[in-house]
């Protein structure tokens, strides 16, 4: 497995990224652990959780998925040879949320402390808080990289004009660069991360992660109509997409998936593959034989006339 630096970080990642937002919803602990040793003895080395996976959960209050992860951790005794990328900011209740230095400082112990180690490779500012200063936020990551606790920080979530604030303050005032950004990026939503964030990306170079590679799984195919949204727990996630252009998508990735052989979720994360500012989509398996698609869509290369075919099929409305 080829593995490649996340932006200008020096962290050496897949490029599959796992997304533990199932871990503790609609996976139980055992199969979270059976699937994490999948990933990694399919030769990919990168997990993405955050504080509040999963609090949306009937019963939970967040932080199932990073106390899932730090058990997995623990008994395998592999922390050396994964890449475990987490997130603050969300609302953990009781005004816990934001980016401020005080809740970063108190927020980076609990995570810590549920994931059983005693650093976090990427730590990412899962949503923007506008009240807070960006060189606040900055200032408490390089805290927590002085002390050890995080090599690398990303952003999620941001608009262009904050991400450019932040960027303007690591070279004015040196403090940390975000080395990531991750975006809701795949072929049902490409314009809000194409119309500024990518070109801010490519020429900062700073590494892509992709959340909700898949639309909600509406790019495996499995929704086709408003009947198919009862298959799973998060099926309602693709109904938005039951329009024109989401059957325009879902055709073409029927053509391109019967000229590879392959199958539409394998295309869908094969053309992220193909943009050349994503580093790593990220992508959640269920089961093994979803896990098999991941595996199979990262070594799947598309030519050029597919991804051309696939991003006209896909193309935003003006």
Not at 49 to 61: F, M
Not at 127 to 152: M, Q
């Amino acid at each position: 497995m080829a593995f490649v630096e996340l932006g200008r970080s020096g962290l050496q990642v897949s490029r599959l990224c796992f997304g533990g937002n199932v871990f503790g919803w609609t996976i139980d602990e055992a199969t979270s652990h059976f699937l994490l040793d999948g990933f990694v003895d399919a030769g990919f080395n990168f997990i993405d959780t955050a504080d509040a996976y999963s609090k949306w959960h009937e019963g939970n209050k967040g932080g199932e998925s990073e106390t899932i992860i730090g058990r997995w951790l623990k008994s395998r005794g592999n922390r050396d040879k994964v890449v475990i990328a987490t997130k603050v900011g969300s609302d953990m209740g009781g005004g816990e949320k934001g980016l401020s230095k005080a809740y970063i400082h108190r927020a980076v112990e609990r995570s810590l402390q549920r994931l059983q180690t005693d650093y976090i490779d990427l730590y990412q500012s899962h949503w923007d808080d506008l009240e807070t200063p960006v060189e606040e936020t900055l200032s408490a990551y390089a805290d927590l990289i002085k002390a050890g606790k995080v090599r690398v920080i990303g952003a999620s979530n941001f608009s262009p004009a904050r991400l450019n604030a932040a960027l303007k303050a690591h070279e004015r005032d040196g403090l940390p660069r975000y080395e990531c950004l991750q975006p809701e990026y795949n072929l049902c939503e490409r314009a809000g991360f194409e119309a500024e964030l990518a070109g801010i990306c490519r020429q900062q170079k700073i590494g892509v992660i992709t959340y909700f590679s898949l639309a909600g799984g509406f790019l495996t195919g499995k929704y086709r109509t408003k009947a198919d949204l009862a298959k799973s727990a998060r099926g309602s996630d693709a109904e938005k997409y039951l329009d024109a252009r989401g059957q325009r998508i879902l055709a073409a990735l029927d053509e391109v998936a019967a000229q590879y052989k392959a199958t539409p979720a394998r295309v869908a994360i094969a053309w992220l593959l193909a943009q050349p500012v994503v580093t790593a989509p990220i992508a959640s398996a269920t089961s093994s034989a979803q896990l098999a698609e991941l595996s199979a869509a990262a070594s799947l290369q598309l030519g050029a006339e597919a991804v051309a075919r696939l991003s006209a099929a896909s193309a935003p409305a003006i």
